[in-house]
Each structure stands twice: as structure tokens, then as C-alpha cells.
């Protein structure tokens, strides 16, 4: 992508450590850059971060990038 987008993410936690929420998200838009889904990570105009409750079953971090309109 190479216009500005919204990004919305929604994290889920495996334990109970504390995480810092913008090292998180640093590290994510860093690997949309090099996975090549967006060109810039100054493209990302708005950002929603969702956190989920603890799961140890099914840990994770979602993703949804749109074009901004």
C-alpha cells in the first residue's frame, strides 16, 4: 500500500506479564514494512489497540489495515 490506512489491532495475551503497548506496536508495523504490505509506516494515519483478556490456549495479535477514505 502506498496511501495513508487505519490500522486496527486486537491483542491477546498468553500470560500476565506487562507489555509496552507502543514497543508492541513499533514492532508491528515495522514487519508490515518488511513484509511489504506498506511502504511507510507514516502512511498509518489512525491506530485502534484492542486488548483481550489472558489466553493460554490461543495467544495472539490480529491485524486489519483499510485505506483511509
Given amino acids: 500500500l ?3 490506512v487505519t490500522l486496527e ?3 491477546t495475551p498468553g500470560d ?3 507489555r ?3 514497543g508492541m506496536l513499533g514492532a508491528l508495523l ?3 514494512v518488511k513484509a511489504g ?6 502512511l498509518v494515519w489512525a ?3 484492542r486488548r483481550n483478556e489472558m489466553n493460554r490456549e ?3 495479535l490480529k491485524f486489519h489495515i483499510s485505506v483511509t477514505a
Avoid at 37 to 42: A, E, I, Q, R, S
Fill in 16 to 18: 500476565n506479564r506487562t
Fill in 37 to 42: 504490505l506498506l511502504v511507510d509506516d507514516g
Fill in 2 to 4: 502506498t496511501e495513508p
Fill in 9 to 11: 489491532c486486537e491483542y
Fill in 30 to 32: 515495522h514487519v508490515i
Fill in 47 to 49: 491506530v485502534t489497540w
Fill in 58 to 60: 490461543n495467544p495472539g
Fill in 20 to 22: 509496552d503497548v507502543d
